[in-house]
Each structure stands twice: as C-alpha cells, then as structure tokens.
C-alpha cells in the first residue's frame, strides 16, 4: 500500500461475500477482529469499525508504528445487528462524517470484502475502491469475486486451471444425504461444507455408519433448505496450508507469502509462516496454483489481494481446498508484520498467529504488563517479540497473538513461554 494516497480503512466483516448475511451470529463474532486493522493506518488514514477500540490498544499501536494520534481518525459504528457496514454507518447518522473526512483526504476505500454494499458506499462518498481505478472497474469483478468465495465455483474454476482436488460433487441440501451415502461406498470418510462459508462455518465430517437406519446429516442452517452444499471425499491430512499472493492485470501475480494454518475440526485457529519442512515441498505447485487463479481473476478483472487453500494428503500430495478471493485473516497480520521488522532489517525468517484463553481475564495493559514482564513484548530494535494484535478480548481471556522471530524454532520456544506468561489454559 505504500506510494498511494490515504485510506478510509473499512472494516466490513458483516459483509456476504463469505458467509451469508444471515448468518449474523459467527459474523458478529468475526467482526470482534476488527481492531486488528488498526495496524494498517498512516497518516491520514480514516478507520471504520463496527467494534469500539480500546485506547490503551490505540496508543500501543500507534506507538510501534510511529503514526501519531492525531494523524489518523477512527470511527466507531454501534452496532445494528447482521447488516453490512455501509448500512450500520447511515443508521447511525455517520456518512456525512466519514464522507467529509473522505473528501478531506482525497481518500480511497479499503475493504476488507469487496462487495456489492462496500462498492455503493465509496459512490456514496464519491471515491475510489482500492486499487481499482473506479467504483465501475471494482463492480465488474464483483461476480467473479462472489464466485470464487463459494466452495462450487472454485472447484470449478480450479479444475478447468489443472489444480489436483479432492473427489467430490456440487449438490443442492435435500440431495446431500444421498451424495454423502454415494460417496461413502468408495472413501472411508467425507466432508460437507456449506457453498458460501468461510473459517470452517457449518462444516461436517461424516464417516459410514453415521448415515445408517435412514438417519439424516444435522446440517446448520447456512445457506437456507434449498442451498448448494459441496461433498468431498475426506483426505487423511498431514497439513492444512495455503498461499496468499496479489494480483493486478499491470503487473500480474505475486506470492506474498506461504504458511500452514492451524486448524481444529476443520475451522481456522491459527497460522505460521513459513511453511513448516513437513510440506515446504508443496510450495512450488500451490504457487504455481495461485498463479494460474491470480491471472484468471485478472482476466475477469479483479485486483488486489487474495488466497488459496490447500490440504496436504499422508503421502505428501497437495489437493486444492477453497480460494479466498478477499483480505483473509493472514493478510493484515503479515503487513503488520512486514511494517514492524522493516526498521530491523526487514522481513523476519518466521511469524505466527494464534488464539490462547488465560486462566483469568487481564486488561489490555494487565496482559501487555505480563509480555513486559517475561521479557516477550515486540522488541522493534531486534524486530522480534509477540505483539496483541487484535485488542482486549470482550471476555479478557481468549487473546489473539503474533509472534515474530528469527526462526521456526524460536516462533515456538516464545509461544510456550507466552503460554506460562499469561496462564494459557490447554484446550
């Protein structure tokens, strides 16, 4: 993002580009995240969150970036329920304000989803949508983007770019029963996913006898009675890993970066980058993946940041999962990253990020103390340490981390000290 004007950062998880708007409860829980965009302000910068941040969380960031607080403007949004952010903001009487400050910069709108809602919302306030030239050329690849966030448009996309995918088939839900008893005769397992989903949401793992005497799948409501959900044989997974990489039609496709995530019963809960030696031997085929899907969206006219998905099987084989054609959980995390080691020296070998729950709930400065204490709080000097990127938790216990070292190995030596640090509970 460097070299580009300012930015309204818009942080619209409620937004239907993963998940369907009516599925309000996981995206209230998602957009707890939010405050994590802080971590993408400069100068001039215009923030919009759908969750208050705290000032101790405030001043720490701008602390480590060095941005001053009265540089930038962050516009809290109270909440109205499972609407996009766009809605929440004329609900409470916000759009002249962000409008004004946007006017005021010569700002463009930085989503964290482009959708149809954040599109209307920079005409609304006469801007641009980052990085595309118009709020007409960021329309265009709407339908290619809300294509590729569902399971059944990326397998087909992906197999006619000659990615390997798992065997499975495209069904609507009165069907998955009979798809899922059909698949069973030859594969010991299978997953059901849920068409537009994201994090795992709505997954299932259904092995033979579980459909036995005429039983039916409990399937969570994603998607309505009639919706499209996609079965796939189950793989015996080694790795859960993905590449994220940025395209735009000028320049074409670049990697950023590669990692494997942390995955329990199929949701995300975690990531390290780089990817681990057990599967750095897929990076190769899941970049020249992501290649081929970059100049695909390219084609189609999409721009700007996304990522691929992969599992990788007991015999070392990749199988392309999902794409996830937006700013993922990933993204911000490793531009926060890329910002805090530049002064060091650049990139560091290795980061994480993850979830821990303390055995009794800390403040913001309680849990930073405690960092402080152990000697484990981001050094910018070293350009290492662990940094909370993501605010005080509501509940004060369940913290999202990053750490950030020189190596694989020291990533997990100051992760097990973190965990005596702050009293993590095991789960």
Same mark, same amino acid.
């Given at each position: %993002?460097?070299?580009?004007?300012?930015?309204?950062?818009?942080? $619209?998880?409620?937004?239907?580009?993963?998940?369907?708007?009516?599925?309000?409860?996981?995206?209230?829980?998602?957009?707890?995240?939010?405050?994590?965009?802080?971590?993408?302000?400069?100068?001039?910068?215009?923030?919009?969150?759908?969750?208050?941040?705290?000032?101790?969380?405030?001043?720490?960031?701008?602390?480590?970036?060095?941005?001053?607080?009265?540089?930038?403007?962050?516009?809290?949004?109270?909440? *109205?329920?499972?609407?996009?952010?766009?809605?929440?903001?004329?609900?409470?009487?916000? !759009?002249?304000?962000?409008?004004?400050?946007?006017?005021?910069?010569?700002?463009?709108?930085?989503?964290?989803?482009?959708?149809?809602?954040?599109?209307?919302?920079?005409?609304?306030?006469?801007?641009?949508?980052?990085?595309?030239?118009?709020?007409?050329?960021?329309?265009?690849?709407?339908?290619?983007?809300?294509?590729? $966030?569902?399971?059944?448009?990326?397998?087909?996309?992906?197999?006619?770019? #000659?990615?390997?995918?798992?065997?499975?088939?495209?069904?609507?839900?009165?069907?998955?029963?009979?798809?899922?008893?059909?698949?069973?005769?030859?594969?010991?397992?299978?997953?059901?996913?849920?068409?537009?989903?994201?994090?795992?949401? #709505?997954?299932?793992?259904?092995?033979? =006898?579980?459909?036995?005497? #005429?039983?039916?799948?409990?399937?969570?409501?994603?998607?309505?009675?009639?919706?499209?959900?996609?079965?796939?044989?189950?793989?015996?997974?080694?790795?859960?890993?993905?590449?994220?990489?940025?395209?735009?039609?000028?320049?074409?496709?670049?990697?950023?970066?590669? /990692?494997? %995530?942390? &995955?329990?019963?199929?949701?995300?809960?975690?990531? &390290?980058?780089?990817?681990?030696?057990?599967?750095?031997?897929?990076?190769?085929?899941? +970049?020249?993946?992501?290649?081929?899907?970059? =100049?695909?969206?390219?084609?189609?006219?999409?721009?700007?940041?996304?990522?691929?998905?992969?599992?990788?099987?007991?015999?070392?084989?990749?199988?392309?999962? +999902?794409?996830?054609?937006?700013?993922?959980?990933?993204?911000?995390?490793? !531009?926060?990253?890329?910002?805090?080691?530049?002064?060091?020296?650049?990139?560091?070998?290795?980061?994480?990020? *993850?979830?821990?729950?303390? /055995?009794?709930?800390?403040?913001?400065?309680?849990?930073?103390?405690?960092?402080?204490?152990?000697?484990?709080?981001?050094?910018?000097?070293?350009?290492?340490?662990?940094?909370?990127?993501?605010?005080?938790?509501?509940?004060?216990?369940?913290?999202?981390?990053?750490?950030?070292?020189?190596?694989?190995?020291?990533?997990?030596? %100051?992760? *097990? *000290?973190?965990?005596?640090?702050?009293?993590?509970?095991?789960?």
């Amino acid at each position: %993002m460097s070299g580009t004007g300012s930015f309204v950062v818009f942080a $619209n998880f409620l937004s239907d580009l993963a998940v369907d708007l009516n599925e309000g409860r996981v995206l209230e829980q998602w957009a707890q995240q939010a405050p994590r965009k802080a971590w993408l302000l400069r100068p001039g910068d215009v923030l919009v969150t759908p969750v208050p941040l705290g000032r101790d969380f405030l001043r720490y960031v701008y602390d480590l970036t060095g941005v001053p607080a009265d540089a930038v403007t962050v516009v809290e949004v109270p909440p *109205a329920g499972a609407v996009p952010l766009a809605l929440a903001v004329r609900e409470a009487g916000l !759009a002249a304000h962000v409008r004004a400050l946007a006017g005021d910069r010569g700002a463009a709108l930085l989503p964290t989803a482009l959708d149809a809602s954040a599109i209307a919302f920079a005409r609304e306030l006469g801007i641009t949508v980052h990085p595309y030239p118009t709020a007409e050329a960021a329309e265009a690849a709407l339908a290619t983007t809300m294509l590729l $966030n569902t399971k059944a448009g990326f397998r087909e996309t992906a197999g006619h770019l #000659g990615m390997r995918l798992p065997l499975g088939r495209v069904c609507r839900r009165p069907e998955v029963d009979d798809v899922v008893r059909e698949l069973l005769h030859g594969h010991g397992g299978v997953v059901v996913k849920p068409d537009r989903s994201a994090g795992g949401h #709505g997954m299932r793992f259904v092995s033979r =006898g579980d459909l036995d005497d #005429g039983a039916s799948l409990d399937l969570d409501t994603v998607g309505g009675p009639h919706g499209t959900w996609v079965v796939e044989e189950r793989l015996d997974v080694a790795e859960s890993v993905s590449v994220q990489l940025d395209t735009t039609a000028a320049d074409g496709t670049r990697v950023l970066f590669s /990692g494997a %995530m942390r &995955t329990a019963h199929g949701s995300f809960t975690g990531y &390290t980058s780089p990817l681990p030696p057990s599967c750095a031997h897929v990076a190769g085929e899941l +970049e020249e993946w992501g290649r081929a899907l970059g =100049g695909h969206l390219a084609g189609h006219g999409f721009a700007g940041p996304f990522g691929l998905d992969a599992l990788v099987n007991a015999e070392g084989e990749a199988y392309a999962s +999902e794409s996830n054609i937006r700013r993922t959980a990933t993204t911000t995390p490793h !531009a926060m990253v890329t910002r805090l080691t530049a002064a060091s020296g650049g990139a560091p070998a290795a980061w994480s990020v *993850a979830k821990g729950w303390t /055995g009794r709930p800390f403040d913001f400065e309680g849990a930073l103390g405690r960092l402080r204490e152990h000697h484990l709080a981001f050094d910018p000097a070293r350009g290492e340490g662990v940094v909370l990127y993501a605010d005080a938790p509501p509940d004060g216990r369940s913290w999202r981390y990053a750490v950030i070292a020189r190596s694989a190995g020291d990533v997990a030596e %100051m992760e *097990a *000290a973190l965990a005596g640090a702050l009293e993590f509970e095991s789960r």
